[in-house]
């Protein structure tokens, strides 16, 4: 699913990122990404999305490869990999439905459709009843939840998130964490980059810990490893 063959990032600052890093995620698969700051978290998943290309080695999502992708292959790319963030990135004046829908790629599809795979979307993550709230009337677990359900609404083979529980209390937390298991039962690879150790090692998963830009653990039902 997911095939990194010695990958480097380096910035344009001379900042080795990551470095000479292989690894593979296999379909179903949901893996922790650990590690403290700076270690190359960021930029080993921004990699898996084409948000950084790697400036050596080969990242392959489903065997093609995403750093000399040309530009037309790229919605190849957005349709199999949804993406969550820590600040959620919601559009601020776009109701819950409408971020979703708007992310829905779409070209032949009725008005119809479209709305009953939004509204089935939003009732997975139980915001079905909050379709049309705007962002800024939703707590951050909610807004959460939307994005959440931004991500998933093309029906990717990978959801990447990146901290997505960092700005969520501790019970908001849990209440996402069961969302992301629920989307891993029905078959999706989950990457999710990660600051909780509670989370870690409380539901247990393939845990990829990283230092200096490399892989210096890679455990299956692993733990957090280190105090953060
Ligand atoms: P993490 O997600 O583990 O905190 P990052 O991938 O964000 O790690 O950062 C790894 C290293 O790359 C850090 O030294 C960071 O400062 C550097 N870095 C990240 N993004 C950039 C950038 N756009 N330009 C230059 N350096 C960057
Ligand atoms: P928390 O503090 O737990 O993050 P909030 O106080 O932001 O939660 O929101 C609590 C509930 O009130 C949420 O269900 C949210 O949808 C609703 N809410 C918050 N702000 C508004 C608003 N401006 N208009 C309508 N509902 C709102």
Not at 9 to 16: A, H, L, P, Q, R
Not at 24 to 49: C, P, R, T
Not at 75 to 81: A, D, V
Not at 127 to 148: C, D, H, T, W, Y
């Amino acid at each position: 699913m997911i095939e990194m063959k010695n990958v480097h990032k380096e910035y344009s600052n001379g900042v080795i990122a990551v470095d000479d890093l292989s690894v593979n995620i296999d379909a179903g698969e949901f893996v922790y990404i650990v590690g403290a700051s700076g270690a190359g978290k960021s930029s080993f998943i921004k990699m898996m999305y084409r948000e950084e290309l790697a400036t050596k080695g080969d990242v392959l999502i489903e065997g093609k490869n995403v750093t000399d992708m040309k530009q037309k292959e790229v919605p190849f790319l957005r349709r199999n990999i949804g993406v969550i963030f820590q600040d959620f990135k919601l559009l601020p004046r776009l109701t819950a439905f409408e971020n979703v829908a708007f992310a829905l790629e779409v070209i032949e599809e009725s008005p119809k459709k479209i709305n009953k795979r939004v509204l089935e979307v939003l009732e997975m993550v139980g915001l079905k009843s909050k379709a049309r709230f705007l962002p800024n009337q939703l707590s951050g677990g909610e807004q959460q939840r939307v994005a959440i359900a931004r991500a998933i609404v093309n029906n990717p083979k990978v959801v990447i998130a990146d901290e997505p529980t960092g700005n969520l209390d501790p019970e908001t937390s849990w209440e996402i964490m069961q969302i992301f298991e629920e989307i891993n039962t029905r078959g999706t690879t989950i990457v999710m980059a990660t600051h909780s150790q509670e989370i870690v090692n409380k539901l247990r998963k393939r845990v990829i810990a990283m230092e200096n830009g490399q892989i210096v653990r890679d455990e299956h039902r692993g733990e957090y490893g280190y105090e953060a």
